[in-house]
């Protein structure tokens, strides 16, 4: 016989809240054990009802909030406290910036000991509709009124129950509800799982990711939607190769402009972009601004996808390279050059994560060497960097915890002093943090 484990009973209490974790938890203590507490602030005097108890931890949600923090707001969106999308609405903008900036220093302090030698002034941007990418589940719930569209919740991995997205580009954030009526009109919508959403300046596309074939009138329904949202349909009935125009049946690349840099950048919804087009041109110029490329210089730029930093540092450096793994981001960055009359930028198809010893580009000398990595950050790539020669590098990061990993190997393994960092507000009202650090040899 299985036997399971009984589950702690619920217990309300009041808790003082002390900091704040990384994913924007408040944190308590009761009886010498740690409470994490989803929607408190640090300084609040809240009520709250455990969610889960174990013998180390237990998380908690607020019922009621005692004693308010003055950085507390009225959140936007009425699902805010459920809806994984978003887990700092209830924050105002300044405390998130300064709450963003507290986990970027605290990572490097304690995971990489290093400190930096300046700290640079945040990069910010407009805090709604700034998001031009998602991927939207699909779900049809009967007992909770049909067809659900949006972001899981942060507790269950359910749908939440959406109208709206604040976050979303203003050409999607309204969009939901009418999303739901319309797979509620398709035949398969059980089999519809997913909504991917892209956007550029010159179009939105919406991809249906769909597990069976449409009929004749669901393709119809859906060509109609797009004609009235002014939106091109795409079709997806397997991997991200399988993605076909729906409607028009020609549907052009999508496309974001660097007007400082003369650049123009071609897309497919499937690849890689900065989600954030107006963070993204603040986050070029400082890139070129920390990294001072001058026009002798050769330049190599890690993990690199479309383009996005490459082709603008063409425009000023000698000669620019640009390495990423995935081939049809490095085809679409040569078409992205060549779209751009842009001669002196090559791009090499490359497992940064599983280096070959013969890669050419690792036995030239690099004077200023750039780096946008996943995630995981770039510890099977960092160790090879200073044999390299770089006179500066730049490292663009979307996990704190794997830059300060990173700043570490190159901080004390190869004595490189990290000159200055900071962070840009790239997901606003999100947890997550993106930052950049400069690093030059002592
Ligand atoms: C954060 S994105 C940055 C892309 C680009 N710098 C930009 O601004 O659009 C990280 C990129 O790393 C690529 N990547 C992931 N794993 C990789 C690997 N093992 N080797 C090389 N590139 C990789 C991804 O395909 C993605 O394009």
């Known amino acids: 016989?299985?036997?399971?484990?009984?589950?702690?009973?619920?217990?309300e209490m009041t808790l003082s809240i002390e900091s704040m974790t990384y994913d924007g938890c408040g944190v308590a203590h009761y009886k010498g054990k740690a409470i994490f507490v989803d929607g408190a602030l640090p300084g609040e005097v809240v009520l709250c009802q455990t969610t889960k108890r174990t013998s180390k931890y237990d998380t908690a949600k607020?019922?009621?909030?005692?004693?308010?923090?003055?950085?507390?707001?009225?959140?936007?969106?009425?699902?805010?406290?459920?809806?994984?999308?978003?887990?700092?609405?209830?924050?105002?903008?300044?405390?998130?910036?300064?709450?963003?900036?507290?986990?970027?220093?605290?990572?490097?302090?304690?995971?990489?000991?290093?400190?930096?030698?300046?700290?640079?002034?945040?990069?910010?941007?407009?805090?709604?509709?700034?998001?031009?990418?998602?991927?939207?589940?699909?779900?049809?719930?009967?007992?909770?009124?049909g067809v659900l569209v949006g972001f899981?919740?942060?507790?269950?991995?359910?749908?939440?129950?959406?109208?709206?997205?604040?976050?979303?580009?203003?050409?999607?954030?309204?969009?939901?509800?009418?999303l739901?009526?319309?797979?509620?009109?398709?035949?398969?919508?059980?089999?519809?799982?997913?909504?991917?959403?892209?956007?550029?300046?010159?179009?939105?596309?919406?991809?249906?990711?769909?597990?069976?074939?449409?009929?004749?009138?669901?393709?119809?329904?859906?060509?109609?939607?797009?004609?009235?949202?002014?939106?091109?349909?795409?079709?997806?009935?397997?991997?991200?190769?399988?993605?076909?125009?729906?409607?028009?049946?020609?549907i052009e690349l999508l496309e974001y402009r660097l007007d400082e840099?003369?650049?123009?950048?071609?897309?497919?919804?499937?690849?890689?972009?900065?989600?954030?087009?107006?963070?993204?041109?603040?986050?070029?110029?400082?890139?070129?601004?920390?990294?001072?490329?001058?026009?002798?210089?050769?330049?190599?730029?890690?993990?690199?996808g479309i383009g996005n930093f490459t082709l603008p540092?063409?425009?000023i450096a000698h000669h620019v390279t640009g390495i990423e793994a995935d081939h049809t981001l490095v085809e679409m960055a040569r078409e992205n050059a060549l779209h751009n009359g842009i001669a002196n930028a090559e791009f090499i198809t490359a497992d940064l994560y599983d280096i070959p010893l013969d890669g050419s580009w690792l036995h030239h000398k690099w004077d200023r060497i750039l780096l946008d990595p996943p995630r995981s950050g770039a510890i099977e790539v960092i160790d090879r960097l200073p044999n390299l020669n770089p006179k500066r590098i730049?490292?663009?990061?979307?996990?704190?915890?794997?830059?300060?990993?990173?700043?570490?190997i190159l901080v004390h393994k190869y004595s490189y002093n990290l000159t200055a960092t900071g962070i840009m507000d790239m997901f606003p009202h999100t947890k997550h943090v993106e930052s950049i650090a400069v690093f030059e040899p002592s």
């Open 313 to 315: 540092l063409s425009r």
């Open 180 to 250: 739901r009526e319309l797979i509620e009109k398709i035949s398969i919508a059980k089999r519809i799982p997913q909504i991917e959403i892209a956007a550029g300046d010159n179009a939105g596309i919406l991809v249906f990711r769909h597990l069976e074939p449409l009929s004749e009138s669901d393709m119809e329904t859906l060509k109609d939607f797009g004609r009235r949202h002014n939106l091109s349909i795409m079709l997806q009935s397997g991997g991200p190769d399988s993605i076909v125009a729906l409607y028009p049946e020609k």
């Open 62 to 145: 607020v019922l009621e909030v005692l004693d308010a923090s003055d950085d507390r707001v009225q959140p936007r969106c009425p699902v805010a406290g459920v809806c994984g999308g978003c887990s700092l609405q209830h924050m105002n903008i300044a405390s998130q910036i300064q709450a963003r900036q507290k986990i970027l220093l605290d990572n490097l302090k304690q995971v990489g000991k290093v400190e930096p030698g300046a700290i640079l002034s945040p990069l910010q941007g407009a805090h709604w509709n700034y998001r031009r990418k998602a991927r939207l589940g699909v779900k049809l719930v009967p007992k909770k009124g």
């Open 1 to 11: 016989m299985v036997r399971r484990r009984r589950r702690s009973p619920a217990i």
């Open 261 to 304: 840099w003369d650049v123009s950048i071609r897309f497919r919804p499937s690849n890689f972009t900065q989600i954030n087009a107006e963070i993204n041109k603040l986050m070029i110029a400082k890139v070129l601004e920390l990294l001072a490329p001058e026009d002798n210089d050769n330049v190599l730029d890690l993990f690199c």
């Open 152 to 178: 899981r919740e942060k507790q269950s991995g359910y749908l939440a129950v959406m109208d709206s997205c604040e976050v979303l580009d203003e050409r999607f954030s309204q969009l939901i509800i009418p």
């Open 394 to 408: 730049v490292y663009v990061s979307c996990n704190p915890a794997t830059l300060a990993r990173d700043s570490a």
